[in-house]
């Protein structure tokens, strides 16, 4: 089967990204296990963290997702993270994944501006009670028509690069949301997956590509980060290994892909165990520790923390 190319940005993007009529490599069997079964072991062995880190939760459970994983950067920031708010680029990131996905769905046959519109009317009319919540901020958007044309240009500039990925060729699973429980359930690791092409080929070898949609300014470290944490959660999830994981720039058309590699699947592991291990020791701070008793980092990411005026460490 062959895939319909467009164009050369697309014959580009089936070579860079697709890496399309090359060998896929042999997964060992069992690999899959493996990673969660050292998972479950490192957690296991971390078991006074997990109680200490799950006994802090209102829920009783240890909620590990791409953010808080980063913030295990710093003591700090996982104590006073900046709480989340809507603004005009991250609302329409959400909007530019969502509209990519409904324009996949269908199969493109409609116009950019009538899927931006739907996808706008969806979003809008999801939560429109909140005040907090995206619905809430798109019916009081002061631009909706700027902000639908910036949209509709990022959905554009995605079509012109990617092609078509008919059904019969490949098995497209997008934004698909993993929930995995671990530690009898006081653990959850919890991501989603953008876009998982899948071969309709099962066999002894890797064949699934994991990319996430990327829409904002690239951050090569954290964008990698969170790239390696989507194929480890497809991973867990169907017990089997990606080919490949990336990174695909929507503005600039750009791909920055990782080969199958199972260290650093064993890396992401051991950083979702150490992440409850600092979660642990944060949780056994008394209330109010000082910054002397707290590991502190400071980086760019001093901008999300709600700490960062009195911080020593902010300023460097
Ligand atoms: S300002 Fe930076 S270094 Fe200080 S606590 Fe926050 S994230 Fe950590």
Avoid: K, Y
């Avoid at 996808?119 to 902000?147: H, K, T």
């Amino acid at each position: 089967m062959s895939l319909p190319l467009e164009s050369p940005a697309q014959q580009r993007l089936a070579d860079d990204l697709l890496a399309w009529g090359e060998d896929r490599p042999v997964a060992a069997p069992g690999v899959a296990a493996e990673l969660r079964g050292e998972l479950q072991r490192g957690l296991a062995e971390q078991h006074d963290a997990v109680a200490a880190a799950a006994s802090a939760r209102r829920d009783g459970r240890v909620w590990l997702t791409r953010t808080t994983l980063e913030r295990a950067v710093c003591d700090g920031w996982q104590l006073e993270p900046e709480p989340f708010e809507h603004t005009w680029e991250n609302v329409r990131s959400h909007l530019v994944v969502a509209a990519i996905v409904e324009d996949w769905g269908r199969d493109r046959r409609v116009a950019i501006d009538a899927v931006v519109a739907d996808v706008w009317r969806q979003e809008a009319s999801r939560q429109p009670g909140d005040p907090g919540s995206r619905s809430a901020w798109l019916n009081a958007c002061e631009d909706p028509q700027r902000l639908r044309a910036e949209v509709a240009e990022l959905v554009a500039t995605f079509r012109e690069v990617w092609p078509r990925i008919p059904g019969e060729v490949l098995v497209s699973d997008l934004r698909r949301t993993h929930t995995l429980r671990l530690a009898r359930g006081r653990v959850v690791l919890r991501g989603t997956t953008d876009v998982v092409l899948d071969s309709h080929r099962q066999d002894d070898r890797a064949r699934a590509l994991v990319v996430d949609l990327r829409t904002g300014l690239p951050r090569p470290g954290r964008d990698r980060r969170a790239a390696r944490f989507s194929a480890l959660l497809w991973t867990l999830h169907t017990g089997r290994l990606p080919f490949r994981w990336a990174s695909f720039h929507v503005p600039e058309g750009r791909v920055e892909v990782e080969d199958l590699d199972v260290e650093v699947l064993r890396d992401v592991v051991a950083s979702v165990v150490d992440a409850v291990i600092q979660l642990g020791r944060i949780a056994d701070l008394r209330p109010g520790a000082s910054d002397h008793e707290l590991r502190l980092s400071g980086g760019t990411w001093c901008d999300h923390c709600r700490r960062r005026v009195a911080c020593p460490e902010a300023p460097r």
